[in-house]
């Protein structure tokens, strides 16, 4: 690697909202900083997979569903 002109990559601590701690290693603070984390990934619809509801009432999406209702969508 060239040096200087990459950031620090050192360990930190994460807290998770649940409480657990895990130490990561990121450039984020300094050797030994807690970050805490506002949303989990252990619960989190976009890490664990969940399903979202298309909520559309007369909108693009239904639109887009009259006009190529006959092509077997």
């Given at each position: 690697m060239k040096a200087g002109i990459h950031p620090d990559y050192h360990l930190i601590d994460v807290r998770l909202t649940d409480g657990t701690v895990v130490k990561m290693k990121s450039t984020w603070g300094k050797e030994g900083d807690t970050l805490s984390l506002e949303i989990d990934p252990l619960s989190h619809p976009a890490?664990?997979?969940?399903?979202?509801?298309?909520?559309?009432t007369g909108g693009r999406v239904s639109k887009f569903k009259n006009k190529y209702a006959g092509l077997g969508f």
């Open positions: 890490w664990t997979g969940g399903t979202q509801r298309l909520v559309d």
